[in-house]
């Protein structure tokens, strides 16, 4: 699933971004899920979660505070974002390379459906995106769920509880082993940190003095055997050194 922000001071501008993107992913038959934000300053009001967004579509004059700055202050959020500007302007590229932005789109109607449709398309080709599903039984009924919409799944009193990045309150449960269910989401970037817990790699901030602090707020706890594997698993996902 494609999680995607647009924001954008300009109705008109923000409406069509938004008509044009789902246009494309409709097209594709892509899994998505597009916010509206009016301001930088509301973007950045979500805090850590912003590091659902796969890609931001972002103007650059925008009231309170620019996108340039916006950016600056989503990149120390996350540096796996696909940031892309669209403006009128194209005196910012030097600003856009120090905040790692994959593309500038110029507010001409006349092009902006070819220029989207063709950033999306790198964008998609960068993420080497493959759609995980899965159908689950649960006590709630069947449901086929999108692995990246799974934030972490908890085992509790012989019941597995799969929480959902899509509301904090959504919430599946079903009679499983959590080794089955390991072993099922291990190659979608899940990590197993305690006996009782497995996580996505997506949505984890950071892995520091036994625990693991997700991009929702929650605080897991990782059992001591598995501290080391979980810290390996986080770096080479992330990609660093």
């Known amino acids: 699933m494609f999680y995607i922000a647009v924001c954008d001071d300009e109705e008109y501008f923000r409406t069509r971004e938004e008509q044009l993107i789902i246009k494309y992913m409709e097209a594709k038959g892509?899994?998505?899920?597009?916010?509206?934000?009016?301001?930088?300053?509301?973007?950045?009001?979500?805090?850590?979660?912003?590091?659902?967004?796969d890609m931001i579509f972002l103007d650059i004059n925008m009231k309170e505070i620019d996108g340039i700055e916006t950016a600056k202050?989503?990149?120390r959020v996350t540096k796996d974002t696909y940031i892309v500007f669209v403006t009128a302007f194209v005196t910012y590229a030097l600003e856009g390379y120090k905040v790692d932005a994959v593309r500038?789109?110029?507010?001409?109607?006349?092009?902006?459906?070819?220029?989207?449709?063709?950033?999306?398309?790198?964008?998609?080709?960068?993420?080497n995106y493959e759609e995980y599903k899965h159908t689950f039984e649960f006590q709630e009924g069947i449901v086929?769920?999108?692995?990246?919409?799974?934030l972490y799944v908890e085992s509790n009193l012989h019941?597995?509880?799969f929480h959902m990045v899509t509301n904090d309150t959504d919430r599946y449960t079903t009679y499983e082993k959590l080794?089955?269910?390991?072993?099922?989401?291990?190659?979608?970037?899940f990590c197993r940190i305690h006996k009782s817990y497995l996580v996505n790699l997506k949505y984890v901030e950071?892995?520091?003095?036994?625990?693991?602090?997700?991009?929702?707020?929650?605080?897991?706890g990782i059992s001591k055997s598995r501290y080391l594997d979980a810290r390996n698993e986080f770096v080479c996902y992330r990609g660093e050194i």
């Open 30 to 53: 892509y899994h998505y899920k597009i916010e509206i934000f009016d301001l930088g300053s509301e973007l950045l009001n979500l805090g850590n979660a912003i590091s659902k967004f």
């Open 73 to 75: 202050r989503i990149r």
């Open 104 to 127: 500038y789109l110029l507010k001409e109607d006349e092009y902006l459906e070819k220029a989207i449709y063709e950033c999306l398309n790198t964008i998609v080709y960068k993420m």
């Open 144 to 150: 086929e769920l999108y692995y990246e919409d799974i």
């Open 159 to 161: 019941k597995l509880i």
């Open 179 to 189: 080794d089955i269910i390991d072993e099922l989401l291990r190659e979608a970037g």
């Open 206 to 220: 950071s892995i520091e003095r036994y625990k693991v602090r997700l991009s929702n707020g929650d605080c897991l």
